[in-house]
């Protein structure tokens, strides 16, 4: 479907199985710009990330899932912990974060909501609707550490 308005056309069809749609920036002259979910995605996890108080995203498969790769020198994937749904000209975004220790949980969200919104929407002209925020667990320091002395000593149980 294309809706035309003095010089500016609009395109609002999705790509179907692609998960790629149009954006609300549309066709101007000439042309289509097509944005990917998974593009949104990795916008709202770097935003996300950007925080001062988000230690990880993801729940607990997905980390597990991300520090394998880590180990296997894989690059990060940005997406973790973030899903999103995008439309013709608007996205809704579910995050599901770590929050460290001692950082007021409902200040965090107010700054991850905020920081997401205005780099998605500045990034691909898409209005966000909504930045859902789940809280899955909270960092504490010396968490790593004993995580990861679990792991080598897991290690060496198996080699013999």
């Known amino acids: 479907m294309t809706t035309t308005t003095s010089k500016k056309t609009t395109a609002v069809a999705p790509v179907t199985g692609t998960g790629v749609v149009a954006d609300s920036t549309g066709v101007v002259d000439g042309g289509r710009t097509s ?13 996300t990330r950007e925080i001062s108080g988000v230690y990880d995203l993801g729940g607990t498969a997905a980390r ?8 296997i020198g894989t690059k990060t994937n ?38 997401v919104i205005s780099a998605v929407e500045r990034m691909t002209g ?9 809280v899955s ?21 198996h080699v013999q």
């Not at 597990?64 to 180990?71: A, E, L, N, Q």
């Not at 898409?126 to 789940?134: A, G, H, P, R």
Request: avoid cysteine.
């Open 35 to 47: 944005i990917a979910d998974v593009v949104v995605s990795k916008i709202a996890g770097i935003a």
């Open 64 to 71: 597990t899932v991300g520090m394998i790769r880590d180990r």
């Open 78 to 115: 940005l997406s973790q912990g973030v899903s999103v749904e995008v439309g013709e000209t608007q996205a809704a975004v579910d995050l599901q974060i770590i929050a460290e220790y001692g950082v007021s949980i409902a200040d965090l969200a107010t700054a991850i909501r905020g920081n």
């Open 126 to 134: 898409l209005e966000v609707t909504e930045v859902n925020i789940s």
């Open 137 to 157: 667990d909270v960092h504490l320091e010396g968490d790593d550490e004993t995580t990861d002395e679990a792991e080598s000593g897991l290690a060496e149980r």
